[in-house]
């Protein structure tokens, strides 16, 4: 039998927790052993409470020593299982084949590291996030995929990969794509498993949405050191991005209701990859267009 480990990484998740630890609950095991661990970095809500009502195994980590990549180490190294999942607190598995369909990949022993697709909900998910995981989410399923993309937020991996492999302790985030390029370039592969997806429900000020993007461009220019952003990149991609969903919200029928959101979006977006983004390496455009340009 194989043993699992679900890592789910906490602060305040009160809200979506108890979904998504009910979800988790709901499926199909097929000859797997589950346990649930949560690395929480200083809940003042109800999350602990919500994590102990559902037997999930606790952890901590001060807020003073988080980083990502620490936090995911502090709740792998707790953990048990010969696979560890990792999974988001505000993302909720769609489905009883999630877990079964994610691990499948390690399993079967085509890919020491997958991840899954990611969906919006409606009413919670602002449109433009909607567009961005359709794009960097689709539901067709790449195994093994080419290139180092993924996401741990809904994701997978062999405990001897994270043994050899920790994640980087020191990047501002994107410490999934960091060591999926350390997998890739040691000749191991990524997995993507669209039909296994989880609905991410961020719920974000445009202040934290501008943040977001920042730091990921910050530690994009390790993991990616020829990427540059420049001022006019900065232009090009929010006007872009802006005209591309104006048309997708005219198609579906709610312009004038997400019109605003929309321009608040995209500016942030593309603002907060400017001003974390401060290489001056010259990249080819089609590599540029590859990675941000919206589709």
């Known amino acids: 039998m194989v043993s699992i480990s679900i890592v789910i990484r906490t602060l305040n998740e009160g809200k979506y927790l108890g979904e998504c630890l009910s979800a988790i609950a709901s499926q199909e095991i097929e000859s797997m052993s589950i346990e649930v661990v949560s690395v929480d970095s200083g809940s003042t809500d109800e999350t602990l409470e919500i994590a102990k009502a559902h037997g999930t195994r606790i952890t901590h980590i001060k807020k003073s020593e988080f980083t990502f990549g620490r936090s995911l180490n502090r709740g792998c190294a707790f953990a048990t299982g010969d696979i560890l999942v990792l999974l988001s607190g505000h993302c909720i598995p ?37 567009q961005l995981f359709a794009k960097y989410f689709p539901p067709e399923n790449r195994v093994p995929q080419e290139g180092f993309f993924c996401n741990n937020a809904n994701s997978a991996l062999l405990r001897r990969a994270w043994e050899e492999n920790p994640f980087d302790e020191t990047i501002t985030g994107l410490e999934d794509m960091a060591l999926a390029k350390t997998l890739v370039a040691r000749g191991e592969k990524i997995a993507y498993v669209g039909t296994a997806p989880v609905e991410h429900l ?24 020829d990427v540059h952003v420049s001022f006019g990149d900065f232009l090009r991609y929010t006007v872009s991005g802006i005209l591309t969903d104006w048309g997708q919200a005219l198609n579906q029928g709610c312009l004038g209701r997400e019109f605003a959101s929309i321009v608040a979006f995209r500016t942030c977006q593309f603002w907060g990859a400017w001003r974390g983004n401060a290489a001056t390496r010259e990249i080819s455009r089609a590599r540029k267009e590859q990675y941000f340009y919206p589709s």
């Open 94 to 130: 769609v489905g009883p084949r999630w877990l079964a369909d994610l691990v499948a990949p390690l399993r079967e022993g085509i890919a020491v590291y997958s991840y899954g697709g990611q969906i919006g909900r409606q009413g919670v998910t602002k449109f433009s996030e909607h």
């Open 202 to 225: 961020h719920e974000e000020s445009w202040k934290k949405v501008r943040i977001r993007f920042e730091r990921e461009a910050i530690a994009l220019q390790g993991i990616m050191p």
